[in-house]
Every structure is written in structure tokens, then in C-alpha cells.
């Protein structure tokens, strides 16, 4: 036989299910972390959702953070945070909400710029100018948060339509985690937390759902085909089974996330970072959370085969 | 036995030339596409402002304005109507969407309420259907009165919805004519909800001119100054009633705002221009705007500054006096010029305010996002070097982990990205930077249909099946598996799609297309490479 990159060996017999209340534990943790910290330390909201002005120049030198926090604090706009962003020469200006209602944006962004070219001299370019206003930023907020819970209800009916309800709540469990902890994950680091960050979030959930449909199809199949199985061991039969491509679709994600990750620009790496974390934080949940879940949810495998075959899609059992 | 029906493969054949065909135009710079005739496809992706760079902004139609403007005139006419009956009363004001006022006089009630009634105007077109819905409908304003002789005059739910529309009709087509005077190319201005405007401003120059034009009202009128009482009497709360003290947009050495007393009543308004230019002063070689009434306006500019010549008149705009010149002769021919220490910019800018219009109301600017052009290219610049590695490192990946059966799954990888950008371009759905993500990240999705498929005919031919059986079973089980797995991913980016905004939304629409792309080209064209493959083989083994 040719040579073949194998992650993982041909035939695995991993008890994943034995370390399910260890893994159940940690992951509580984890998520009680997740939520505490978001509720001391907070996040760092950008301007979609905690309103006000951020302006993105480029400089003609490498910027002297110092001298232009000095040249912008005198003008009194009220907190000014200065970050370097990418590169020397970028650097990215935050001007609170308070600072910033919509009669005196223009007004500001005037003084900025002269305050700038006074202190940095001239030649600063800006690359991008973002104003929110409070009206705005609440909707967004609103919008956003609607997303993602219409995203897990939907998500989770379809589970639920398509395989049993203890299918469903597991995943959408496992979906829980991954938003909860992502969203800790942006607590933890400070990295500004905005509207693509949501979408970091949503296409995590849509990657996790994927990878937890795999195990639970094959699931479903291997509860027609062993039907005195416990279940705990046809879940890690199934979970065993499937492992070869959870890692494979996996890497393979990861691959293109670096990619973004190295080349995608400053712009896009916040998006980047999130779905990293998301693709692997997604495919632990499906493994140690969505499927252990089951065991929980005292799903039976005797006396299903009529109940399944009325499902939409549902192929026949294998002789 | 293993069998593709004719006309399937014709279908799988003619979408991906399709596809080929709309991608194609993408592959050339816009300048060499435009030349070809009208039949060859020549559309090319639509590019979201963040990548070509521009200006987003979201308006709103301050509704509050309005109201304040009626309830205002409201107060005028209330007074000049009871004043000519003699109708004695006090307390007259405006607050929240009412006028109140107390008569001094109770048996002269009925008759107040009879003339105040007078005052309603019916209202037209939809605000009427939408009050007669909400039960009310007909005159704009409900007089009610209460037995200790308070009257009050409500301006109805129905009028302020109508003057709302109204508004934001008469809005967008100034703001389309002034971003017109401006030579934006092919700016997208739309409604939003109710007291909205979208304006998209792709590859700006000079954004801060766009919003100066736009924060404006350009509502200008020419006011007598009233010279009977000075400015110091008037700030010391001397003001006639019939005046108002105003800022000019000049400063005193103080650096403060000189004032000016002007009359209320109005001489001529801004709607009276049919035209206004930038030029230069003859004497002075300042800027000036030189402005042209219409022959009603003509006619009363022409009265007024025959009866009131030696004196001073007001140039107000948006409630500030650009400048107060004395008449020194009667102006009849309808024409004339301002100068208000302008610069070249600033004349123009006036110029092009007064040619396009007043607002209804003030619009403001609640949300912004410009991006610079040098931006842009950078972000397109990355995007494409992160979507080449993405791709490469993919198809290696595979070949390394499935061989040469990974040519199928690597060929319908490039072959979803040619459906993908044909699709975008049909569509002509706007590439964001986000969606650039989008396909980056759809490449690796993209091959989980055939990571599935070449995993379960591994575990077939590991079962003992034969090569050809375990082909077919691979792709028939996969296969449920592959549209539950995408269809729940496909669930989430619709929601991103009709919650998100702006870029994000470019995101839900490359990652749905690009999981549609991908299902289609797993299924059938991967399945059937091989399948050709292996019948023209035919292995006795296979080594996936």
C-alpha cells in the first residue's frame, strides 16, 4: 500500500464516554469561568456595538504612541485609547460613545486630524473612519443577540426533527459551550470583541453542529445495527468510527484558518483567532459534550427501529 | 452496478461550464472586459465597500424637527387668529406634540374651538388610510377643549407619520441630487425603515465633503434686520416679538459669534431659486455665489428691497446670518449674489446646497464606516494570498492523506471555487473582506463532503466489500450524512445573513453558496471522476 498520511490509526477503541464526567466537570468550569469573566473583567466592545469613533491612520513614520496620546488628550474628548495595530506605522484611535453624539462627530474627527498632523506631522493617512451611534449600537447589540439564539433554537429543532429530542437539547448543549467559551476566550485576551466576532461565533456554532451531526449519525445508524448494545459503548464505538474524519476535517479547517491567520491581514485576525479556538473547542464539544450528553438523556437503544424509519432521509438498516 | 445516466453527465458538464463562462470576466481587469460585446458574459464581482473603498452612512430624518416646525407655525396662527377675533387668552405654548393655551374669556369657548378647528388641514395620500386605521383620520390636528377654558391642539399620530413620509421622500431625492452635484459614481441612496436613508458611496474621494453636503439643511431665507432695537438692548431681553436674535457665521475679534437682530417674517425663501453658481466678487475678487429667483420670487425680492432701501437685510441659513448687506438700490431683476467670507470650497459647496434644495429636516449621520482606497487593495491583497495558501495547503493535505483518489475531491475543490465566484457574479452579491473569509474558510469545509465519502468507503473496503460496491455504498451512506452536516451550517449563515449588516452579511453569502457549491461537486461531480475512473480500470483492490 501507498504511503498515507494517517492522523489517526486505522481502528481506535478509545473509552471516550468513561471520561465523560470529567469531562462534563471541566467543561462546567470552563463555561463558569467563561461567564463570570465576562461579567467582572467584561469585554472589549468594539464600535458596532459600544458605540462612538474609531479611526484606523497610517503614519509616515513608525507612530510615537506617546506623543499622539499626548497631542489627543488635550483636546478633551474624553477616553482616547491608542493601540498599535499590526504594524508600526497603523495605529488605531478609540474614542468613547459620550465624546461622540452625531452633532459633533464631524466636528471631532476635524480636530484629530489637526491635532495629528500637528504632532506626527503631516502625510497621515486614514485608512478607515467608523462612527456608531448609541441608537445604532443598541440595535446591533439587539440583532446580534437575536442571531445567535434564533441560530441555536433553529439548529436545535432541526437536530430534534431530524434524529430525537435528546439529540437536539445535546446539541445544542454542545453549542453552548462553544459560544459560551469563545466568547470568554475575547474576556480573557481583551481582543475587541464586534459585529464579526458574532459571525466568528455563529459560523462556529455551524461548524461544531456539523461535526456533532457526523457522530450522531452515525449514531443513529449503529443503534439499528447493534441492537443490544449499551449505549454508552455504542457511543464510543460511533465516536471511534467517525474519528479518522472528525480529524481530518478538522485539520483541514485549521490549515485554511492559518492561512487567514498569516496572510488574511490586521482586519480580519481578530476572525481568524475566534475560529481557531472555535474549530478546536468545536470538535472537543462534540466528542466529550454533545455525545456523552446522550447517556444523560437516558437514550435507549432497544425498540427504536420503528420510530427511526419514519425519519426523512433515514437509509435502512445494513444486514 | 455503478451507473451515471447520460443526461446527468451532460448536466454536471454544462454547469460547470456555466460556471466557467460567468467566472471568467473576473480573471481580466475591468477595463478589457468592458470592450466586448454585449453576448459574451462581462459581469464581474460586485465589490463590497470595504474592498474598493468608500463611504457608508446611515441617515436619520430628525422626525422631532418636524413636529416642532408644525407646532411653531401652529403657535403663530393660533395668535393671529384669535388676535383678529379679539379673543383674549394666555399661556399659549407648544410642548411634546401639542399646543396649549387658557382663554380669559369661558363663554368665548365655544367659539375659540370653532375658529381653532379652522386651523386643521386634511391629510393626504397614506398617513390618511394609516389613521383611518388607527381610528382617527381626516384634519392633522384634534382641538379639545376643558370646562375651565384650556384648549388644547394635538397634532394627530396620522399627521406626524404623514409629515414623516413626506420627509424622507423629499430627503432622499436632495440627497440624491446634491451626492449627484458631487460626481460620485453610481452611489446606491435608499430608504430604511421608516426615518432612514442608506447612502453607499463606492471609491470617494473626499468623504468629508459628501457629509458636510449631507449634514446640512440648507434652508435659507432673506430676513429684514430689525434696526429698532440694538443688539445689546436685544440680548439684554429687549427682543421685539415679532424678532429673533441670531448668531452670524462670522466671529468678533473675541472669537465669539456677532448677532444680529432679524425680523421673524419671512421676505423670500430658498425655494424661490431656480439657480445658484460660484463666481467671484468683481470688485473684491472674493468668492461669491451668484443666485437667480424665480419670476414670483423675483417679484417680491423686488418689492421688498424697493420699499427698504437704505437698510440692511439678512441672509439666513439654517438659522445663521451668512451675511447683512444694506440695499442700496431696489434689485428688480431677480438676481443677485452673496458674500459671506467664503472660500473657493465654501461657495461651491453653497452653491450646490442651494441649487439641490432644502431639507425637510435635519438628517443626521447615526452610523459611519469609510474605508480608504489604499485599504482596500490591501485587504484584497491579502485576502486573495490567504485564499491561494488556503487552497494549496488543502490539496496537499489530501494528496497526502488519500492519494491519488484525492484528484477528485481536489479538482471539485477548484471546481466549487469557479461555481462560487460565477454564482457571486450572477447574483451579483457584494464581496466583502469578510467574505473573503468566507471562501477561505469554505475551502476547508468545502472537502469535508469528500473527507466523509473517502472515510466511508475506507471502512467498506475494510468490511471485505468489493472495490466497486464499496464505491457505491460510500457515496450512498455519505450522503445523508453530508446534507444533515451542511444543512445545519447553511441554517446558521442564513441568520447571519438576515441579522447581520454591512460586510458581515458578504460572510453568510459566500459560506452558504460556498457549502452549496460544495455539496453539488462532492455528490456528483467527485462521484462521478471516479466512477468513470473505475470503470475504466477496473482495480480489483483499493488502496484509499
Same mark, same amino acid.
Given at each position: 500500500m501507498a504511503f498515507r498520511l494517517r492522523l489517526v490509526p486505522t481502528k481506535t477503541k478509545i473509552r471516550f464516554t468513561r471520561f465523560r464526567t470529567l469531562a462534563v466537570s471541566i467543561s462546567s468550569m470552563l463555561n463558569a469561568a467563561a461567564i463570570v469573566l465576562v461579567f467582572t473583567v467584561g469585554l472589549n466592545f468594539g464600535v458596532d456595538f459600544a458605540g462612538g469613533l474609531m479611526i484606523d491612520v497610517k503614519t509616515p513614520k513608525p507612530a510615537d504612541l506617546g506623543v499622539m496620546r499626548t497631542a489627543l488628550g488635550e483636546l478633551n474628548l474624553g477616553e482616547v485609547a491608542l493601540q498599535e495595530f499590526g504594524a508600526s506605522d497603523n495605529v488605531l484611535i478609540r474614542i468613547e460613545a459620550s465624546a461622540t453624539d452625531e452633532a459633533a462627530r464631524e466636528k471631532i474627527l476635524i480636530q484629530v486630524r489637526d491635532a495629528l498632523n500637528k504632532a506626527v506631522g503631516p502625510g497621515v493617512v486614514e485608512r478607515r473612519v467608523e462612527f456608531v451611534g448609541p441608537k445604532v449600537s443598541g440595535e446591533l447589540i439587539e440583532g446580534s443577540a437575536i442571531a445567535l439564539i434564533l441560530a441555536m433554537i433553529a439548529i436545535a429543532v432541526y437536530v430534534w426533527f431530524r434524529f430525537e429530542w435528546q439529540f437536539g437539547i445535546g446539541g445544542v448543549i454542545a453549542l453552548l459551550h462553544d459560544a459560551i467559551t469563545t466568547i470568554g476566550l475575547f474576556a480573557v485576551t481583551g481582543m475587541e470583541f464586534n459585529l464579526t466576532t458574532v459571525a466568528a461565533v455563529l459560523t462556529i456554532i455551524g461548524f461544531s453542529i456539523n461535526d456533532t451531526v457526523v457522530i450522531y449519525d452515525r449514531i443513529r445508524e449503529n443503534m439499528r445495527k447493534y441492537k443490544v448494545m449499551p449505549i454508552d459503548e455504542l457511543i464510543d464505538l460511533s465516536i471511534n468510527e467517525t474519528l479518522s474524519r472528525t480529524v481530518m476535517t478538522v485539520s483541514t479547517v485549521v490549515l485554511t484558518l492559518l492561512a487567514l491567520l498569516v496572510? !488574511? !491581514?490586521?482586519?480580519?485576525r481578530g476572525f481568524a483567532i475566534a475560529m481557531l479556538w472555535g474549530a478546536f473547542v468545536g470538535t472537543y464539544s462534540s466528542i466529550y459534550v454533545a455525545a456523552p450528553i446522550l447517556v444523560y438523556g437516558g437514550l435507549k437503544v432497544r425498540g427504536r427501529e420503528g420510530a427511526d424509519g419514519d425519519q426523512a432521509g433515514a437509509k435502512p438498516a445494513t444486514p | 452496478m455503478i451507473y451515471f445516466a447520460q443526461w446527468k453527465v451532460w448536466l454536471i458538464a454544462a454547469v460547470i461550464v456555466l460556471g466557467v463562462v460567468f467566472a471568467l470576466p473576473n480573471a481580466f481587469p475591468a477595463k478589457s472586459v468592458e470592450g466586448l460585446p454585449n453576448w459574451v458574459p462581462s459581469r464581474q464581482l460586485n465589490l463590497g465597500l470595504d474592498l474598493q473603498g468608500g463611504s457608508h452612512l446611515l441617515l436619520e430624518v430628525e422626525t422631532e424637527a418636524l413636529v416642532r416646525e408644525r407646532l411653531e407655525n401652529l403657535v403663530d396662527a393660533v395668535r393671529q387668529t384669535l388676535r383678529r377675533d379679539q379673543i383674549g387668552y394666555t399661556g399659549l405654548g407648544a410642548a411634546g406634540r401639542q399646543v396649549t393655551l387658557k382663554l380669559r374669556d369661558l363663554p368665548q369657548l365655544d367659539k375659540a374651538r370653532d375658529l381653532l378647528r379652522g386651523l386643521a388641514t386634511p391629510i393626504a395620500g397614506v398617513g390618511a388610510q394609516l389613521g383611518a386605521i388607527l381610528g382617527g383620520g381626516g384634519p392633522d390636528i384634534e382641538v379639545e377643549t376643558a370646562p375651565d377654558g384650556t384648549i388644547t391642539l394635538k397634532l394627530t399620530e396620522a399627521a406626524v407619520l404623514e409629515a414623516r413620509r413626506k420627509a424622507i421622500q423629499q430627503s432622499i431625492e436632495i440627497v440624491r441630487r446634491r451626492i449627484d452635484e458631487t460626481g460620485v459614481r453610481e452611489p446606491t441612496i435608499q430608504q430604511q425603515g421608516a426615518e432612514r436613508i442608506l447612502v453607499q458611496l463606492p471609491g470617494l474621494d473626499d468623504p468629508d465633503r459628501v457629509k458636510r453636503l449631507l449634514g446640512r439643511t440648507a434652508k435659507m431665507v432673506f430676513r429684514l434686520v430689525d434696526a429698532t432695537v440694538s443688539v445689546e438692548e436685544a440680548r439684554a431681553g429687549r427682543l421685539p416679538p415679532g424678532s429673533d436674535l441670531l448668531d452670524s457665521t462670522e466671529n468678533d475679534s473675541a472669537g465669539r459669534p456677532l448677532q444680529y437682530v432679524v425680523r421673524k417674517q419671512v421676505m423670500v425663501s430658498g425655494e424661490s431659486l431656480v439657480d445658484a453658481q460660484p463666481s467671484f466678487d468683481q470688485r473684491t475678487n472674493e468668492p461669491v455665489v451668484s443666485f437667480r429667483f424665480d419670476s414670483v420670487g423675483a417679484k417680491r425680492f423686488g418689492e421688498v428691497t424697493q420699499q427698504n432701501v437704505g437698510r440692511p437685510f439678512a441672509i439666513v441659513l439654517d438659522g445663521k446670518v451668512i451675511s447683512a448687506p444694506v440695499i442700496r438700490e431696489p434689485i428688480l431683476g431677480g438676481s443677485g449674489q452673496i458674500s459671506g467670507r467664503f472660500t473657493v470650497q465654501g461657495a461651491n459647496d453653497l452653491a450646490v446646497l442651494l441649487r439641490a434644495g432644502a431639507l425637510p429636516a435635519p438628517l443626521k449621520i447615526i452610523e459611519e464606516r469609510t474605508v480608504g482606497p489604499e485599504l482596500g487593495s490591501d485587504s484584497i491583497r491579502a485576502g486573495t494570498i490567504a485564499a491561494f495558501v488556503a487552497v494549496i495547503a488543502v490539496i496537499a493535505f489530501m494528496f497526502l492523506s488519500y492519494g491519488p483518489f484525492a484528484a477528485t475531491a481536489n479538482i471539485a475543490l477548484a471546481v466549487n471555487m469557479v461555481l462560487l465566484a460565477a454564482a457571486m457574479t450572477l447574483l451579483q452579491a457584494t464581496l466583502t473582506l469578510p467574505g473573503i473569509a468566507g471562501i477561505v474558510l469554505t475551502v476547508g469545509m468545502a472537502v469535508d463532503a469528500n473527507v466523509l465519502i473517502f472515510e466511508r468507503i475506507r471502512e467498506e473496503v475494510r468490511a471485505g466489500k468489493t472495490p466497486f460496491n464499496a464505491v457505491e455504498a460510500g457515496y450512498k451512506r455519505a450522503f445523508v450524512t453530508i446534507l444533515d452536516s451542511n444543512l445545519t451550517t447553511v441554517i446558521a449563515a442564513i441568520l447571519l445573513y438576515q441579522f447581520g449588516s454591512g460586510p458581515v452579511r458578504g460572510f453568510a453569502v459566500t459560506l452558504t453558496i460556498g457549502i452549496i457549491a460544495s455539496m453539488f461537486t462532492a455528490i456528483t461531480l467527485s462521484r462521478l471522476m471516479l466512477v468513470s475512473w473505475m470503470r475504466w480500470a477496473r482495480p480489483t483492490t483499493i488502496a484509499i
Open positions: 496572510f !488574511g !491581514g490586521e482586519v480580519i | -
